[in-house]
């Protein structure tokens, strides 16, 4: 058995420094001092023991895995280019309101503490016999813009999280495998989520996302 993050916990490096998401906690930390250099340690050995770094497992970030739980989001393709063309045009609103809907939902539930549930269900096995779905798919577009309008019958107020993950639900209903990206900066910290179609950032722009490091992809 490996040595791994424990469950429900995902990190990033941004610049000199180790931020961490505690989904289960709905918390973001940052790491300092010898539990810093423990991890940078970490990460550079191919099989590592937990005995060898004891910051770490004072700081409750290490635990037995199958395998290491941080490197998920590295696999997630730059994003080199905005949807900005499927955000744009006619829709139905009947979606606008199952976009309204479904937001709502999601915001209930991270009021509520659920974000935990809520990754869990998106990160469980997709059903591969189904048809997937290309973000420039027709029934991605009608979703797509559903929530870009639905954006202007909210308040102003940063919802960035309910609305993403209210829209990676929505797309991966009709088969479109879209990912969930949650995102920080450090100085100013700063915290940023988006939906993300292998290169294609489907609710944001390109110069927007590029200022936040991946921190989980669901």
């Not at 739980?69 to 606008?96: F, M």
């Not at 009608?142 to 309008?149: G, T």
């Not at 308040?155 to 479109?176: D, H």
């Amino acid at each position: 058995m490996a040595t791994g993050l424990r469950p429900n916990l995902s990190f990033c490096r941004v610049g000199n420094e180790f931020v961490f998401l505690d989904i289960e906690k709905d918390r973001y930390f940052r790491l300092a001092g010898a539990a810093a250099a423990d991890l940078a340690r970490f990460i550079t050995v191919q099989e590592p023991q937990a005995c060898d770094f004891p910051a770490l497992i004072k700081a409750d970030i290490l635990t037995a895995a199958e395998r290491p739980t941080w490197a998920d989001w590295q696999h997630l393709p730059i994003a080199t280019q905005a949807s900005s063309a499927l955000r744009r045009g006619p829709t139905a609103i009947g979606e606008i309101a199952i976009a309204l809907m479904s937001e709502a939902r999601v915001r209930r539930a991270l009021q509520r503490g659920k974000l935990q549930a809520i990754i869990s269900r998106l990160n469980e096995k997709q059903d591969r016999a189904r048809p997937l779905v290309e973000a420039n798919d027709e029934k991605a577009h009608r979703i797509v813009r559903a929530f870009e309008l639905a954006k202007f019958l909210r308040s102003p107020a940063n919802l960035c999280l309910s609305r993403s993950i209210a829209l990676t639900q929505r797309l991966r209903k009709v088969g479109c495998h879209a990912n969930l990206v949650m995102g920080v900066r450090a100085s100013p910290f700063a915290a940023h989520s988006w939906v993300q179609f292998g290169e294609i950032v489907l609710n944001d722009t390109c110069e927007e996302v590029v200022r936040f490091q991946p921190i989980l992809v669901a």
